[in-house]
């Protein structure tokens, strides 16, 4: 059975307000319900079927306990339970969706872990604090292959596109493969080997051009010929040399 809450609220807000009674009168077999303000016999309210009832004057008193008093009040309680009934599925359905942006983190968290884990070449039940230290451990050696890269292959250039402007160019680059940064930095490393010993052959040109007195040390290298043997020949043949080596440490980080 469906309880019609909106008819019963209607019809017990028309009746008569207050506490109902039940008049009983076993001798004349009068089984009736008394409203408020009754003043005579007659005004008491009474239907003939529960006079010849049975159970008449239970069925009287019971009319009279449900006046519609109590049936406000009850539905009172029941639209109370209603709100309150509402809410708590408000919030049920407010913590489902909490509950399902949760799972969605925690599975994302999850992959993520997992992710870190092979890219640290560990399985997932490695402790947590042995990546914590790997992950420490690779910022610290990126931070330290960052510097070397700064200080010995990074060269300020000007700026083509910004008179008076430069900027700073590494030919090394992180995006290559490991083969590819490991080709490039011993090209980088037999530039900056030769590089050094370009600085020591210019200065030995020089030595030899002023110490003979030739204009530069192309014009010693010419006038060789007419003295061999001499100290003149020896020191530029030493230069030489050193010229040589330096174009054999350059093309040895070519291969």
Not at 200 to 220: G, H, P, R, T
Not at 239 to 245: A, G
Request: some cysteine; glycine content about 6%.
């Amino acid at each position: 059975m469906t309880i019609n809450y909106q008819v019963l609220r209607e019809a017990a807000e028309k009746a008569t307000p207050d506490e109902w009674v039940a008049f009983i009168s076993t001798d004349t077999g009068t089984y009736a319900v008394h409203t408020p303000g009754d003043e005579r016999c007659e005004d008491v309210i009474k239907w003939t079927g529960f006079d010849g009832q049975k159970n008449a004057e239970n069925n009287a008193r019971h009319v009279a306990a449900f006046n519609p008093k109590v049936a406000l009040e009850l539905l009172g309680e029941i639209k109370c339970l209603e709100d309150t009934n509402i809410d708590a599925m408000c919030r049920i359905a407010e913590l489902e969706t909490n509950l399902a942006a949760l799972v969605a983190e925690n599975a994302g968290l999850k992959a993520f872990k997992t992710a870190v884990y092979q890219q640290m070449g560990v399985g997932c039940d490695a402790p947590e604090f042995s990546i914590t230290v790997g992950l420490s451990n690779l910022r610290r050696f990126a931070d330290t292959l960052h510097a070397i890269e700064r200080e010995f292959f990074t060269k300020e250039l000007p700026d083509e596109e910004h008179e008076g402007e430069t900027f700073n160019e590494c030919p090394l680059s992180w995006g290559m493969s490991v083969e590819q940064y490991v080709s490039e930095f011993r090209k980088c490393l037999a530039e900056v080997r030769a590089q050094g010993l370009d600085a020591a052959i210019e200065a030995a040109k020089n030595l030899v051009a002023q110490e003979y007195e030739y204009k530069d040390f192309k014009a010693a290298q010419s006038d060789c010929c007419m003295h061999p043997g001499s100290d003149l020949v020896g020191k530029v043949e030493m230069t030489e040399w050193l010229v040589d080596f330096a174009a054999q440490l350059r093309k040895g980080g070519n291969q």
